[in-house]
C-alpha cells in the first residue's frame, strides 16, 4: 500500500453539509427506468376480442336460461325476465345425456391410447441415433399434412374388416392415429429440453429405457403430456366426420351427432332447449381448458429455444 493511503496525518474533508430548502431524497441503487406509457392500442384490441367472444357466450347461456315465449317476444340479447332451468331437463329426458356419456368414453380412450403411444415413441426418437427411427419420424410427420375427409373410405374398409363397425372402438381408432403425428411432435420438442447429462447419469446407474422414461421423462415431461392430452381431447370431443361415417346406431351416436340430430328436430320449434344442448356439449370443454391452461403455452414452446 502507498504511504499516502497510510499516512493518519492526513486531513479528511468534512462532508458538505445540506443545501436548506426541500429535503434530498435518497436516490435508487441503478439506472432509473423511464415510466412506460399506458399500450392504448392493446387495451383496445383486447376489449374488442372481449366482446367478440363474450357476446355469443352470453347469447347461448341466455337463450338457454329463458322460457320459449320469452325468447320470441324479447330480443335474443336481452335479459331473461325469469330464469327457468326446464330446458335443461329437456335436453336430458330426450337421450342427450346418452350422447355426453359416449363422448366421454371416446374422448378418455383416444387420450389414453395417444399419451401410451407418443410418449415411448417420442423417447424412441430423441435418444435413437437410428436412421430407421428417424425415417420413421419423417413419414409420421407426413400425416399432419393428410386430412380426415381424404382417408374416410379406406378408414371405412379397414373398420368393417376389423369387424368393430358402429361401435365406438371404431371412432377411438382413427381419432387418435390421426391425432398422433401432433403428439409425438409436441413431446419430441418438450424430450429434448431435458439435459442429456440427466439420461447419462441414470444410464450409468444401471437404469433401463424403462426405469428411465418412468423415473425421469414422465415427471420432467408434464406440461408436454398436458397439453398433448388437452388438444387429443378437444379434437376427439368435437370429431364429427368418424361418428358419422363409422357408426349408424342411435345407441352409439356421440354429442355431435346428437347435437346435429337435436338442431335438426328442435333449431326452428324450441331454440332456448337446443342452446341448453349447446351449453351441455360446452362444459367438458371448459372443463379440460381450466384443467391444463397452466401446461399449454409451455408444452407448446418447448423445444424452440434450442
Partial sequence: MSAKTLDPTRAVAPEAAPRPGRPRTARRPGRAHPRRRPDWLGGLGAAVWLVIVAVPLYYVLA???????????????????????????????????????????????????VLA??????????????????AGFSVMLMGLAIPAQATIVPVYLLITRLHTYDTLTA???????????????????????????????????GANAAHVLRSLVLP??????????????LGAW????????????????TVTLGLWNYQGQQGGINVPATMAAVVLSLLPLLA???????HLLSGLTAGFGK
Avoid at 120 to 134: E, N, Q
Avoid at 187 to 194: E, F, G, K, V
Avoid at 238 to 253: E, H
Fill in 238 to 253: 368435437n370429431g364429427f366426420i368418424f361418428p358419422l361415417v363409422l357408426t349408424q346406431s342411435d345407441a352409439r351416436r
Fill in 171 to 205: 371412432i377411438v381408432l382413427p381419432t387418435a392415429a390421426f391425432s398422433l403425428p401432433m403428439a409425438i411432435l409436441v413431446l419430441t420438442s418438450t424430450l429434448r429440453d431435458i439435459p442429456g447429462e440427466l439420461y447419462e447419469a441414470m444410464t450409468v446407474d
Fill in 288 to 294: 379440460a381448458y381450466l384443467f391444463g391452461r397452466r
Fill in 117 to 134: 403411444l407418443a410418449l415411448p415413441a417420442a423417447y424412441a426418437i430423441v435418444r435413437s441415433r437410428s436412421r430407421f427411427v428417424s
Fill in 63 to 113: 337463450s338457454s336460461l329463458r322460457e320459449k315465449s320469452d325468447y320470441l317476444d324479447a330480443g335474443p340479447l336481452s335479459v331473461p325476465h325469469r330464469v327457468v332451468l326446464s330446458n335443461y331437463r329437456t335436453v336430458l329426458d330426450s337421450g342427450f345425456a346418452g350422447y355426453l356419456w359416449n363422448s366421454i368414453l371416446v374422448t378418455v380412450c383416444t387420450v389414453a391410447l
Fill in 220 to 233: 420432467l415431461t408434464r406440461p408436454g403430456l398436458v397439453t398433448v392430452g388437452v388438444y387429443t381431447a
